[in-house]
């Protein structure tokens, strides 16, 4: 298994370019199945996630080529329309290529997602919004089975605001006979970068980005380009990797309006950041105050930046609640950072940090990819030597994560399995 190893203390310094969002590419990725022209995707991560979705629908029989950042897709002929388990208990976000494979071949066979290390995570909505749209849903040994001759648009209202829920219903309904309204929907910004790409290729797609989106079908998508948004939640974590170690950190290439949440909050526990259209300056600077948060769908908090402001505030001055709305189960990284030294209370859903700390490096253990930013965060603020176990969980979702922080100056390396531990000071 591979490993981590941080040697903590140095303000980071300089400029990271922030790469394409994973959680645009995968659905974009998996929507290419809607239809047979050639897609060439740009500004797509080299995550695992990303090999994951390319292997899946390589499996339904579409042509993958992956080159660096471009992703070259056509999905002409689908021989396969069989999600395997294999797959999706590795990507719970495989999930999103059950819409396109109903809408468009009239079936769909796909594992259904277990549990995760960040609680129960149902798909109901996905299959309701379905079935509402007039297929035959199942369960079977484990697959959802979804059949419809062709789905027809209907009224969906979602009970909560889901980000796959709603992008499979959106592709789903692109297809669909008739006009589809998802109420409820989900707003986040990698919604309305699938809208974006879907409309280019033909779909009729009103509202992306607000809570009523409506789809009026077409019966055929043709190929089309589509460059990825940046990854806010990428951006974010180096944003805190320059405030954990008071540094003065460039984010290059990033979209701070998709950021607002955050960088509001930053700015409340005192962090100096000048924003312009396309970059981030920060100057983590003075100490920094302790500040209570709360994780909300977009445009509130994003829960994917929870771990890594847990991280943050055990070095601020006083006391934080952190409130996790979105996710059960979501404070695994809580007792790997009171092994470092944090002062963090659990009761229910909040986190109570009080700050602030002074870390000192040690062996941790990873154990989502969230998660895992946020003990690499951590890891850079303490001192001594802090080694990060089975940060595999940071490959799913993080491009060169290692590399680009030693660009920003942070002693960190990847030791491979079979390799020698590191020293622990
Ligand atoms: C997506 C993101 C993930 C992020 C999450 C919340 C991708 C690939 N993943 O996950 O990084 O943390 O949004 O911003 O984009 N729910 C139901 N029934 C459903 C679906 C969801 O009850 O059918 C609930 C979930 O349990 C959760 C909430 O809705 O409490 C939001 O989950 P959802 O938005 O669906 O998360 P994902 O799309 O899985």
Redesign the pocket.
């Known amino acids: 298994m591979d490993r981590t190893v941080i040697t903590g203390g140095t303000p980071l310094r300089g400029e990271v370019q922030i790469g394409g969002a994973k959680?645009a590419a995968?659905p974009i990725l998996a929507s290419t199945i809607l239809g047979g022209g050639e897609c060439v995707i740009t500004n797509v991560p080299r995550v695992v996630d990303v090999v994951t979705m390319g292997k899946l629908l390589g499996i339904l029989g579409a042509k993958v080529h992956y080159e660096g950042n471009r992703a070259v897709i056509n999905a002409a002929v689908i021989t396969s329309t069989q999600a395997p388990y294999d797959l999706v208990k590795t990507m719970?976000?495989s999930v999103l290529v059950l819409g396109p494979l109903l809408a468009r071949w009239g079936e769909a066979t796909v594992s259904m997602p277990g549990g995760c290390a960040i609680g129960?995570?149902?798909?109901?909505?996905?299959l309701a919004g379905l079935a509402k749209m007039g297929a035959d849903v199942s369960m079977e040994h484990g697959y959802i089975r979804a059949k419809a001759k062709r789905l027809i648009g209907a009224q969906i209202y979602c009970?909560?605001?889901?980000?796959?829920?709603t992008e499979n219903l959106m592709m789903a309904a692109s297809l669909a006979q008739g006009t589809t309204v998802i109420e409820n929907a989900?707003k986040?910004p990698?919604i309305v970068d699938l809208a974006n790409f879907l409309m280019k290729r033909g779909a009729r797609i009103d509202g992306a980005g607000s809570d009523v989106i409506t789809i009026e079908g077409v019966r055929e998508l043709h190929g089309s380009d589509h460059d990825v948004i940046p990854d806010r939640i990428e951006a974010g974590t180096y944003l805190v990797a320059g405030a954990i170690t008071r540094g003065t950190v460039t984010l290059n290439r990033c979209r701070p309006n998709h950021m607002d949440a955050l960088l509001m909050k930053l700015r409340e526990a005192g962090v100096g950041m000048q924003v312009d259209k396309e970059q981030i300056h920060l100057n983590a600077g003075s100490p920094l105050k302790g500040i209570d948060i709360r994780t909300l769908?977009y445009p509130g908090f994003?829960?994917?930046m929870q771990a890594q402001m847990v991280a943050l505030m055990t070095s601020a001055e006083g006391t934080s609640v952190i409130t996790e709305t979105?996710?059960e189960s979501r404070f695994m990284h809580v007792e790997e950072l009171r092994r470092m030294g944090a002062d963090i209370k659990v009761e229910g859903n909040r986190a109570v940090v009080t700050g602030p700390s002074r870390l000192a490096g040690a062996p941790v253990m990873a154990s989502d990819l969230r998660a895992s930013a946020g003990l690499v965060l951590a890891g850079l603020a303490a001192e001594g030597t802090t080694e990060i176990l089975r940060v595999y969980h940071l490959d799913r979702g993080y491009e060169r994560m290692e590399e680009k922080l030693r660009g920003l100056g942070a002693t960190i390396t990847r030791h491979k399995e079979g390799t020698a531990p590191a020293e622990i000071h």
């Open positions: 959680n995968l719970r976000a129960s995570r149902p798909v109901n909505l996905h009970d909560t605001p889901t980000v796959t829920g989900a986040e990698e769908p994003p829960t994917d979105v996710f």
